[in-house]
């Protein structure tokens, strides 16, 4: 059974950088498609960064050359550094796995996963 759990979130003021990480157990992160979503209160889920099991990685318009993501072989665990965080960025952020192949059109769509975690709050302050 594949099970997800993010940590690292937190409360942090603008400018400041995060890393979460996401542990997976029941897969391993060099066969599935991983990727780290947001939401914010109101707002639907959407793609911040994933990475592909071809090896590329893709990013939404809003975190692309703030937000890294990558991935452990070895811990079997996939993260997000996150810098110069803005109030914008204040969200739950999960990450989510698909035992799948995903074209790259759809790597940042959160219904072409079909596992997720529980989450982890991430607030930016001014």
Not at 37 to 60: D, I, N
Not at 78 to 104: G, H, I, W
Request: hydrophobic residues 35%; contains cysteine; charged residues 15%.
């Amino acid at each position: 059974q594949v099970q997800l759990v993010e940590s690292g979130g937190g409360s942090v003021q603008s400018g400041s950088s995060l890393r979460l990480s996401c542990a997976l157990s029941g897969g391993t992160v060099t066969r599935m498609s991983m990727g780290w979503f947001r939401q914010a209160p109101g707002k639907e889920r959407g793609g911040v960064a994933a990475l592909a099991t071809y090896g590329t990685w893709h990013y939404g318009d809003s975190v692309k050359g703030r937000f890294i993501i990558s991935k452990d072989t070895a811990a079997n665990q996939l993260y997000l550094q996150m810098k110069s965080l803005k109030p914008d960025d204040t969200a739950m952020y999960y990450c989510a796995a698909a035992d799948r192949f995903l074209v790259q059109n759809r790597l940042l769509v959160p219904s072409a996963y079909n596992y997720w975690g529980q989450g982890t709050q991430v607030t930016v302050y001014s």
